[in-house]
């Protein structure tokens, strides 16, 4: 089966400047997470979508980060206007049921650093 | 709340050599537990999970990890470490009947010849 796509793999903006995400998880995977991971850091959990619906966005800088999932297939995160702590990579992870005891698969993340 | 500890931030091993990378987790109640690895530029794969049951769990890649309850540990071991396996490991934990994982910080694995 086809993993956990993301894109893009890397990218290089400017403070202040807007970037977006794109993650397209494992078919049929109904829970879909991002998290942020700061080079140095475990990966911490930004927002968890269940379908289209978001269910768990506490840890979202939501005054620059935005994140949706219209279909309950893909999504993406969104960063308006990038700060230079936004520098990480972006990893997105989804599990086919509700329960964290089914395993989370994980994309190849987005490197982004901000300059 | 859930935490995890890995104590060791990098750890220096020859090929052929044992290893034990530790985690020590704090959670009220039974957790889930789980070891993840990471190679440069690549997701995070699962390596072994913990629910319940048997205390020495088996992983890919030759790896086992004993759940001890009385120090609240995790600990990922491999008898003999192989050049590929330099890496960034992750011991995470989950809480029972949720959909939440908190991370570590993470262990970097370096393997010289």
């Known amino acids: 089966e086809a993993g956990v796509a993301q894109s893009p793999r890397y990218k290089i903006i400017e403070k202040r400047q807007s970037v977006a995400f794109w993650c397209n998880p494992i078919?049929?995977?109904?829970?879909l997470y991002w998290y942020q991971q700061i080079l140095g850091q475990g990966p911490k959990l930004l927002i968890q979508?269940?379908?289209?619906?978001?269910?768990?966005d506490s840890q979202l800088p939501k005054d620059r980060f935005s994140a949706e999932r219209l279909k309950g297939v893909d999504s993406t995160l969104k960063i308006q206007p990038a700060k230079l702590e936004d520098s990480a990579v972006y990893l997105c992870?989804?599990?086919?049921?509700?329960?964290?005891?089914?395993?989370?698969?994980f994309g190849q993340g987005t490197r982004l650093t901000v300059v | 709340a859930q935490s995890v500890t890995q104590p060791d931030i990098h750890i220096t091993v020859s090929e052929g050599a044992s290893l034990e990378l530790r985690c020590n987790y704090s959670?009220?109640?039974?957790?889930?537990l789980f070891w993840y690895v990471q190679s440069p530029g690549q997701g995070l794969q699962l390596l072994l999970k913990?629910?319940?049951?048997?205390?020495l769990v088996q992983g890919i890649k030759g790896f086992e990890a004993e759940f001890k309850r009385s120090q609240s540990s995790f600990n990922l071991r491999k008898p003999s470490v192989h050049w590929s396996d330099a890496a960034e490991y992750f011991c995470?934990?989950?809480?029972?009947?949720?959909?939440?994982?908190?991370f570590g910080t993470g262990t970097r694995l370096q393997v010289f010849p």
């Open positions: 979508f269940q379908n289209n619906g978001v269910v768990d």
């Open positions: 959670y009220g109640a039974t957790p889930y």
């Open positions: 078919s049929g995977h109904a829970t």
């Open positions: 992870a989804s599990i086919a049921g509700g329960q964290v005891n089914t395993e989370a698969f």
């Open positions: 913990y629910f319940s049951g048997d205390t």
């Open positions: 995470a934990v989950g809480a029972y009947n949720t959909d939440k994982l908190i």
